[in-house]
């Protein structure tokens, strides 16, 4: 099945951790995104990519990384410079950024500092 | 700038009635808008948009939308309302100007009670 693949489901942080969420498409889509779920805050976008080998900051890109070294993959790294990285993490993919394309989402991730 | 407003942090509807979840909208040029719902613990689901034409928009499991230009707005609406459409529910904006930039709200939770 089609569709975007986001792993893991649940994962711990540690104090000055550094933490990788990956998330892959086989949609064969050229945009991906992540996003940030706070509760009653609606998601922020943390960065985008519409092509393979660029990407660019969101709104909230302070703490974060990514890279989109193949077009099916748009891993996230979350850094220790994240002062409160506790959320629920979305990874999103379009056909590309036009006006009237759906952004489609996977499952989510959640990431807990302890 | 561009926003979305989800003026209702909660809407309790009792089964079999109507519902509307309601969404207002600000951009400049032309606005694309959207509806997901999210299921506890999961991603976003694409219901429907609206991107140019009939301003009554049908989308899955029988929601539907009416894009109102001069109140700039995009409510939600579904004729008989089940149980299980109880979940989030995310209004989200495009402009066709200011590189196609995609705002959520901050969401509306749907309380449907048996």
């Known amino acids: 099945d089609g569709g975007i693949t986001q792993s893991p489901k649940y994962l711990f942080r540690k104090e000055g951790q550094n933490v990788t969420l990956s998330c892959e498409q086989n949609l064969n889509h050229d945009a991906m995104y992540w996003y940030r779920q706070d509760p009653g805050q609606g998601l922020r976008l943390i960065y985008y990519?519409?092509?393979?080998?660029?990407?660019q900051k969101g709104d909230i890109a302070e703490g974060y990384s990514v890279s989109r070294e193949k077009k099916e993959s748009f891993p996230l790294t979350v850094t220790s410079a994240q002062k409160n990285p506790t959320a629920f993490y979305l990874c999103a993919s379009s056909p590309d950024r036009g006006t009237g394309n759906t952004i489609y989402f996977g499952e989510g991730s959640w990431l807990t500092v302890v | 700038a561009q926003s979305v407003a989800q003026p209702e942090d909660q809407v309790n509807v009792a089964e079999g009635n109507p519902l509307t979840v309601k969404c207002t909208y600000s951009v400049s040029g032309n606005p694309y808008l959207f509806w997901y719902v999210q299921y506890p613990n999961r991603g976003l689901q694409f219901l429907l948009k609206y991107i140019t034409g009939d301003n009554l928009v049908k989308g899955s499991y029988g929601f539907e939308a009416e894009f109102n230009k001069s109140q700039t707005s995009f409510h939600l609406k579904k004729p008989s309302a089940l149980v299980s459409d109880s979940a989030l529910y995310f209004c989200?904006?495009?402009?066709?100007?200011?590189?196609?930039?995609?705002?959520f709200g901050a969401g509306t939770r749907l309380f449907v009670k048996a």
């Open positions: 989200a904006v495009r402009a066709n100007t200011g590189g196609f930039k995609t705002i």
């Open positions: 990519s519409q092509i393979v080998n660029d990407f």
